[in-house]
């Protein structure tokens, strides 16, 4: 019955909100006309109840096929995390991103990004509250966390959030890095047989933050060592801390005791902000730059820069620099000027039949039999690098691209996606067709 209502609700939210708030959620029992759901925490079922409450009993009863359900929430225990350690060892562990004490910050820490510096909007406000309680509680809120949203959305801002909190409040031991840092690291420790070393200083630490730890995909060494550090550090109940751009499950070349294990505490997604907290972030960020920027301005990149974070700051410092350098007063005409580029270069908004017209021109043939029932070798691989195509430059769901391909169920389209996922990786000449065709979709 819960299948079902999943099935339900994933056609009437988004991809990245059905992921973070409904994947984790099963079904406890029925009694009468109400479905005790579980939930991983308290905080967690009463931001269901108060978003979502209505669309989970619609959900419940339409899978029952009769009357009115009713839904509440009981915590799921078993997802609960083991209590922290009360004892820190006092090891001493040097090396680049390690905060020692409380008075030096790791050098990897960036001490602008803060949790007072960060911006809270409807996008990212359960990811901040989030990481606000690893910080205030390591290994007693959440463990694992795992953020994950697009690039520039404030991940790496509140990863190193965290650790400023508490390399200024305690003395734990602190490892903050980038999946590409530590797999150099691996690689260096295997070349001169130093991985005794490595997994001291990996393994004996408080709480570890690892950055894009979607980059782990295919390195399979890495990925054992990685493996073996995080079920060290869970053990021991020390904080775990991960960054991505995907969702656990999107992370088709990371072997799947990983990706399990990524599951066992938070996820948090962080969605693009809204215009009110894109607005909020050019006030904040122009104050505390000195730019005197107009109202009218502020709203203009408000409304153009739409896609992250970064590249909103990116836009406010370059009109700051070119007033500053040229010594204009910041005005619109002049703001539209100097983003001219950036303007005349944003991307634009990619719909399923775009997709189709383009993959069926490039393969020679029709949009009808791209979304018929046939099965024929020649339609079978078009139609594949369609729905993953809808998959990677829409935001639909599995279910709406179904839909959109002649009423398929939605367990087709992962299916499609994953095997697609899987060949570019083997077949260099896929990956450059698909890229070409993302290129041409894109501009067309």
């Given amino acids: 019955m819960w299948d079902d209502a999943l099935v339900y609700i994933q056609e009437k939210v988004p991809k990245q909100v059905y992921e973070t708030w409904f994947t984790p959620v099963v079904l406890d029992r029925v009694e009468d006309t109400t479905a005790y759901l579980a939930v991983p925490n308290k905080f967690f079922g009463?931001?269901?109840?108060?978003?979502?409450?209505?669309?989970?009993?619609e959900a419940v009863s339409a899978a029952q096929g009769g009357g009115r359900m009713d839904v509440?929430?009981?915590?799921n225990h078993k997802q609960t995390p083991a209590p922290v350690q009360q004892e820190v060892s006092s090891l001493d562990v040097g090396g680049r991103g390690f905060a020692a004490s409380r008075s030096k910050r790791g050098i990897q820490l960036n001490p602008k990004y803060t949790f007072k510096s960060f911006v809270v909007g409807a996008g990212n406000q359960f990811a901040h509250a989030a990481c606000m309680a690893v910080a205030e509680q390591p290994?007693?809120?959440?463990?694992?966390?795992?953020?994950?949203?697009?690039?520039?959305?404030?991940?790496?801002?509140?990863?190193?959030?965290?650790?400023?909190?508490?390399?200024?409040?305690?003395?734990?031991?602190?490892?903050?890095?980038?999946?590409?840092?530590?797999?150099?690291?691996?690689?260096?420790?295997?070349?001169?047989?130093?991985?005794i070393d490595l997994r001291k200083r990996y393994r004996n630490v408080d709480m570890l933050m690892i950055d894009d730890i979607q980059f782990l995909a295919g390195k399979e060494r890495t990925q054992e060592e990685f493996f073996h550090t995080f079920n060290t550090l869970y053990e021991a109940r020390k904080q775990i801390v991960l960054s991505s751009d995907r969702f656990p499950k999107d992370m088709p070349d990371i072997e799947e005791r990983l990706r399990s294990r990524f599951e066992w505490g938070l996820i948090a997604d962080l969605q693009p902000p809204d215009v009110e907290t894109r607005i909020a972030i050019l006030r904040k960020k122009s104050e505390d730059e000195r730019i005197a920027l107009p109202e009218e301005v502020i709203h203009f990149l408000a409304t153009t820069m739409k896609n992250n974070i970064r590249e909103l700051e990116g836009s406010l410092v370059r009109v700051g620099a070119y007033s500053s350098l040229t010594?204009?007063?910041?005005?619109?005409?002049?703001?539209?000027?100097?983003?001219?580029?950036?303007?005349?270069?944003?991307?634009?908004?990619?719909?399923?039949?775009?997709?189709?017209?383009?993959?069926?021109?490039?393969?020679?043939?029709?949009?009808?039999?791209?979304?018929?029932?046939?099965?024929?070798?020649t339609l079978v691989h078009p139609r594949q690098i369609a729905m993953y195509l809808c998959r990677e430059l829409t935001d639909a769901s599995f279910p709406e691209i179904g839909r959109q391909?002649?009423?398929?169920?939605?367990?087709?389209?992962?299916?499609a996606c994953r095997q697609i996922s899987k060949a570019k990786e083997a077949d260099s000449a896929l990956h450059t067709t698909l890229e070409g065709l993302k290129e041409q979709i894109l501009r067309a």
């Fill in 46 to 57: 009463e931001w269901l109840g108060e978003h979502y409450h209505d669309l989970l009993a």
């Fill in 72 to 75: 509440s929430f009981v915590i």
């Fill in 139 to 195: 290994a007693k809120a959440y463990n694992p966390l795992f953020l994950y949203g697009g690039v520039g959305l404030g991940k790496t801002h509140l990863l190193n959030a965290i650790g400023n909190y508490l390399a200024e409040r305690s003395d734990l031991r602190i490892a903050y890095l980038t999946t590409e840092q530590f797999t150099n690291e691996v690689i260096n420790s295997i070349r001169y047989d130093k991985m």
């Fill in 327 to 377: 010594g204009q007063a910041i005005t619109l005409e002049m703001a539209k000027n100097v983003l001219r580029d950036l303007i005349g270069d944003k991307k634009k908004i990619v719909s399923i039949e775009d997709i189709q017209e383009a993959v069926g021109s490039k393969y020679h043939v029709k949009i009808a039999d791209l979304k018929s029932r046939r099965r024929s070798k």
């Fill in 405 to 415: 391909f002649g009423g398929k169920d939605h367990t087709t389209i992962i299916h």
